[in-house]
């Protein structure tokens, strides 16, 4: 989905869904950047599902007693082996064109639950492929819905450019 497309609060409902219908006990959120681990935490769950027990990953204080949990991949890295591999039934990565290769490697392949990537750019490069990582072999997004589209159903206000000389 395109930038400010709503993917968070689209994965907000997809776990609400999977809660009630007793699909997923214990759902993972991650990203790349604290800003988007305290929106997650503070915009989402609280907001969208204030009753079910939420906390940040920390390396130094781990609870196991959430359903819901929020962190920076730059955490879990150092902790993760504290989890069992089977102790997630979802796992969500934010911004997943930057996020699921390398070292953050090691997450996608030590938890067994089902993973979800979002972003609004992903990549098909030799050494990070995203359509690999999330086995959508034919090149296409599970889901897409293209930046023309959301401009041409009123969701986005497409840009103009504006183009100007200076002296420099």
Known sequence: MATGMGKTRTTMALFDLLIRANQARKILFLADRDSL???ALDENFKIYLPDEPSGRIR???LD???RL???TLQTLI???HKFTPAFFDLIVFDECHRSIYNQFREIVEYFDGKIIGLTATPAEF????TFQVFHCFDGIPTFLYPYQ????EG????YSLYQAKTKF
């Not at 589209?149 to 041409?152: F, L, N, S």
């Not at 969701?155 to 497409?158: G, K, Q, R």
């Open 69 to 71: 949990y929020v962190g």
């Open 64 to 66: 196991f007693s959430k």
């Open 126 to 129: 030799i050494d990070r492929n």
């Open 37 to 39: 681990v305290k929106q």
């Open 155 to 158: 969701y986005l206000v497409d």
């Open 78 to 80: 150092k902790c993760y």
């Open 149 to 152: 589209d959301a401009v041409k």
């Open 59 to 61: 390396t130094y204080n």
